[in-house]
């Protein structure tokens, strides 16, 4: 295991500029309304690029052990079909053809994103539901499947036994939720994920840190990640905003504990190069509490993996240009071939190892 560390580096970026290599998981981030991101929840975001799976997995279909790869696949409903069924069952009931598909995404489980590879695509893909069982509905654009004698468990576009599902087109992509107001709320010409500060140097801070690498799959987390979760009983007693449950929970904090510094949010992701890595960035008001995150992050990461899995480990603080810093940290395991990663696996199976992104643990 080696550590190495990086300096401040400048990035003066946005998420709509960003290199090909986070381009997929920005498109998707511009398909979500930047509302959603006051919703108290760890996990904002679950992303799979599925084109990239496909390219790892040397063919048109997707192999075994890259589809087993995609550890985030629980959260994304339409991906989880592809996984519980053969190829050819989920091409006859989604009518996509999974060469077109460059990416699936979802915020929680509701709204979910088929990202595909044009405009054509979804006008197909949409052609194709509308002759089949979908009928227009509310907003201009927009349908709504009818419902089936019997919902089978992983038709993609009646995911978790719903007999309903609402859809539309928004550019290459499609949005799907099982309530109207999820689709209409994307299609509102309104600020985006992607546009929110936070949200862009945290991105910024995954897109240095993949370097030449193809990002795999990822996650936008919150504050809550490091806070132990959601408080449920706060939840029952109202709608609070991730800001208030953020205070709610850090004034919790016992007095005196050192830790990780309180982050605005952030990405856990799974990349491919040479060898497999696993990628966190987290946002910060400035560079020099992002680079005292960083290190503490990589120091965490050794304390708390086993040796086979710690891997080579560098850290560093990115600037973006809003002024925000992003503190990153890159740990390129190894594996016997490209289509696993041990090292992200194991990070994201056993959630004990999220103390890696606790905030305020005892010393």
């Known amino acids: 295991m080696r ?33 959603l991101l006051n919703y108290p929840t760890s996990v904002q975001l679950s992303f799979v690029d599925v084109a990239a799976l496909s390219t790892l997995g040397g063919g048109e279909r997707l192999h075994p052990k890259v589809v087993a790869r995609a550890v985030l696949v629980d959260a994304l409903p339409h ?30 489980l509701q709204p979910v994103i088929w990202g595909l590879a044009n405009e054509d695509a979804v006008a197909s893909t949409i052609g194709a539901l509308d002759a089949a069982d979908f009928d227009p509905v509310g907003t201009e ?14 038709d993609p576009w009646r995911h ?28 509102r010409d309104e600020p985006t994920m992607a546009e929110n500060e936070a949200v862009d140097a945290a991105l910024g801070g ?10 795999v799959q990822a996650m936008l987390i919150t504050p809550l990640m490091g806070l132990g979760g959601e408080d449920r009983e706060m939840l029952l007693n109202g709608r609070p905003t991730l800001d208030a449950m953020r205070e709610k929970l850090e004034a919790e904090l016992e007095p005196g504990t050192e830790g990780l510094p309180s982050y605005l949010g952030g990405f856990i992701a799974d990349a491919q190069g040479g060898q497999p890595s696993v990628l966190i960035s987290l946002a910060y008001s ?3 509490t992002a680079e005292r995150a960083a290190a503490q992050m990589a120091d965490r990461w050794v304390e708390i993996m086993r040796e086979d899995r710690e891997g080579d ?26 289509l696993s990663n041990p090292t992200f696996d194991a990070f994201i199976r056993f959630r004990r190892h999220f103390e890696v992104l606790q ?5």
């Open 286 to 288: 400035d560079c020099a």
């Open 160 to 187: 978790a036994g719903r007999d309903t599902s609402f859809i539309a087109a928004k550019g290459d992509a499609i949005i799907q939720a099982i309530a109207p107001a999820l689709v209409e709320a994307t299609l």
């Open 79 to 108: 991906f989880a079909a592809l996984k519980a069924r053969d190829f050819d069952y989920w091409a006859e009931r989604s009518f996509v053809n999974l060469a077109d598909v460059r990416y699936l995404a979802a915020f929680s």
């Open 313 to 338: 480990i560098k850290h560093a603080a990115i600037q973006a240009s809003s002024g925000l810093c992003a503190a990153t940290l890159n740990v390129t395991g190894s594996s016997t071939d490209d």
């Open 141 to 154: 654009g927009m349908l709504r499947g009818s419902k089936p004698a019997k919902v089978e468990p992983f």
């Open 359 to 363: 905030i305020g643990r005892s010393e």
């Open 206 to 215: 995954i897109e240095a840190a993949l370097g030449d690498s193809t990002l």
């Open 3 to 35: 550590i190495s560390i990086s300096l401040a580096i400048s990035m003066a970026a946005s998420v709509a500029a960003h290199a090909q290599g986070v381009e997929p998981i920005g498109d998707a981030l511009t398909n979500l309304p930047g509302l």
